[in-house]
């Protein structure tokens, strides 16, 4: 196995690079195989359910566990050999870890003092000082909450000055209001030291608020990488679209092509016409070509059917009656049942409520085209829709619409399922 290298021949400066890795338990394949670059001083995130590989990926990366085959790098050395100890990464656990009987101060101390180091007053002081936990230092893990005890968890990974931190879960026990301070905290402190993260988490929201760059896991394999951005607004699967976030994805048949130069594809959902750019069909645009449409519920505008005429041109619309709602404060949450797709979702927010929208009202959804996209209609509706409870789960935790929307795809209802 060579070392990775760039285009022009020199060693990639890349912090990780995972060559062809695999991991097998008998006849199950854990991951891949794989190949992933995580850059040099990125917050770096492997987001995926429960068994998608993501793990035993990290384990593999900090020497835990040994691949079935391919290679790790860190940096331009082949590491794949190595015992954990040798390697320059130390791992965040969501256990926490720490010494009952130490104080915070000790806790931190403990990795120097272990090499020998004896004057570790301004290192940890330092320390200290970056996870905001200095006026701490003489307390016992036990006197802490449960973010204080992940902040000292993080001080004594970064002590010893890794060139990579591996967290795995390391939010998990946290109830949601400290998730989401920690949250700010983890990517705040990464600012600072500047060295690689690389985070393990099912949890939507929180790859999307740290992560420079996120990798959707599935099966073993990455399904998508980017930002969360382009992640999000961009999917490339119906996997993606669905396991971030909420997506209405809607069967349709291309009826006009995009020119050389670009731009729209048009497409015929039973008798609607939609357009989508060209440049956001994650599949074959070939006239008569099956396309899943999809548009996220917070992109739509909800028009009573009344105000039909307001609603600009060129805007896509679909004509339905509202089933469901659901008032959550910042959103209130609709589902629509139309001709061509049962189950719709739109988020609408609580800035102007127009109180006639109300269940068994008709209405008129409308989006603008570029925040279409386009998937193989090939693909399963409910890929990735499922957490493991069985129950869809958007960012925001919440599941309105959600069951209607399976139950609708269950049925066999006709057309395609909003989801």
């Known amino acids: 196995m060579t070392e990775p290298e760039t285009a022009s021949g020199g060693r990639d400066g890349g912090a990780v690079h995972l060559v062809g890795i695999s991991k097998t338990y008998g006849s199950v394949r854990a991951v891949g195989p794989l190949d992933l670059t995580v850059p040099q ?57 720490l010494f009952p009987h130490l104080d915070v101060y000790e806790n931190v101390a403990f990795g120097l003092r272990r090499r020998g180091i004896r004057s570790v007053r301004r290192q940890v002081g330092d320390m200290l000082d970056l996870v905001q936990l200095g006026d701490h ?26 060139r990579v931190l591996l967290l795995d879960e390391p939010l998990g026990a946290l109830d949601l209001r400290l998730r989401r301070q920690m949250q700010r905290e983890l990517k705040r402190i990464q600012t600072e ?54 997506s209405n994805l809607i069967a349709a048949e291309i009826t006009e092509t995009a020119g050389a130069q670009g731009g729209d594809v048009a497409v015929m959902a039973g008798p609607v016409r939609l357009l989508l750019p060209s440049a956001q069909c994650a599949a074959p645009i070939a006239r008569g070509g099956r396309l899943l449409v999809g548009v996220r519920p917070e992109k739509v505008s909800l028009t009573h059917a009344g105000d039909a005429a307001s609603i600009p041109d060129g805007r896509n619309r679909i ?45 008129v959804l409308h989006w ?23 129950v869809h789960v958007a960012p925001d ?7 209607t929307a399976l139950e609708a795809a269950r049925e066999g209802r006709a057309g395609g399922v909003g989801v």
């Open 397 to 403: 935790g919440g599941v309105a619409g959600a069951r």
């Open 193 to 246: 030291v500047g060295i690689t993260f690389i985070h393990v988490t099912h949890d939507q929201e929180e790859a999307m608020t740290m992560a420079d760059t996120v990798a959707v896991m599935n099966a073993g394999n990455v399904e998508q990488l980017g930002t969360p951005a382009e992640l999000y607004e961009n999917p490339r699967s119906t996997f993606v679209a669905n396991f971030l976030g909420t």
């Open 41 to 97: 001083g990125s917050f770096f995130a492997l987001l995926g359910a429960s068994g998608c590989g993501k793990t035993t990926t990290l384990r593999m990366i900090a020497g835990l566990e040994e691949p079935t085959h391919g290679t790790v790098f860190l940096g331009d050395r082949d590491v794949t050999g190595l015992p954990p100890y040798k390697r320059p990464v130390n791992t965040v656990f969501q256990s926490y870890a």
């Open 137 to 162: 230092a003489r307390r016992k893990p036990h006197q802490l909450s449960g973010g204080q005890q992940q902040r000292v968890a993080v001080a004594r990974a970064l002590i010893n000055h890794p």
């Open 319 to 363: 004509s339905g009656r509202i089933v469901h709602s659901s008032f959550i404060g910042v959103s209130t949450q609709y589902v629509i049942d139309s001709a061509v797709c049962p189950g719709l979702e739109v988020y609408a927010q609580n800035i102007e409520r127009d109180r006639r929208l109300a269940p068994g009202t008709e209405v």
């Open 368 to 390: 603008s085209p570029a925040h279409t996209f386009g998937l193989d209609a090939a693909q399963s509706l409910l890929a990735g829709t499922t957490g493991d409870d069985g």
